[in-house]
């Protein structure tokens, strides 16, 4: 993992259905059509995807700080999903989930990566620049509710 962790107490597990209440609740603080209950379920039935959260432990507690969901399908990993919750974030846990998508994939011998993103999401869009991603193309009107382009974004996976 990366070793850009302000936080001293973020592990990077797999999601269960139990954490679902609190990524719902960052899903609707993060994105004007944020996905369902049941889309997150489909996630975590599917065999092909990954569903990882960014805990932040306490003595006290564990909360959800970000997540992300991404397919390991024709030799690629596809991100689907990723988001943090407002209040943490600028701290490096996006990035820790980045990190985190790359390992996995280079587990599974991938070495490609690949992602939509809104043309205007620029902090989204400088996340992933940071993570070697570049624009290889555009998708016409990708977004349904806001009729947006979709920058399409691939990085090798290296080591
Ligand atoms: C995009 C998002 C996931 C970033 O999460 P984060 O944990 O704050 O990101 P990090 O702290 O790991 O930032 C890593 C890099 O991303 C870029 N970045 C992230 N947020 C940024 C912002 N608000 N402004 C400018 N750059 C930003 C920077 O390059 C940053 O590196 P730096 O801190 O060294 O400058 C978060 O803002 C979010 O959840 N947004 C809403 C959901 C979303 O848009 N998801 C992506 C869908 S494609």
């Known amino acids: 993992m990366s070793d850009r962790k ?49 805990r932040i432990n306490s003595e006290d507690e564990s909360v959800v700080g970000g997540y992300i969901v991404f397919w390991l399908v024709a030799g690629e990993a596809h991100l689907h999903n990723l988001a943090v919750k407002k209040e943490y974030r600028r701290q490096g846990l996006a ?17 490609a990566q690949t992602l939509e993103v809104r043309e205007s999401n620029t902090e989204a869009i400088k996340l992933y620049r940071k993570c070697g991603f570049v624009v290889k193309g555009i998708r016409p009107l990708y977004y349904t509710d806001t009729f947006e382009d979709a920058l399409i974004m691939w990085a090798d996976v290296k080591k």
């Open 6 to 54: 302000v936080f001293s107490q973020v592990t990077i597990d797999l999601m269960n259905k139990t954490d679902l209440p609190e990524i719902l609740a960052i899903e609707r603080e993060s994105f004007a059509s944020p996905w369902t209950a049941g889309m997150f379920s489909k996630e975590l039935d599917s065999a092909h995807a990954r569903c990882l959260c960014a």
């Open 95 to 111: 990035f820790v989930l980045m990190e985190a998508m790359k390992e996995i994939a280079v587990e599974n011998k991938i070495v």
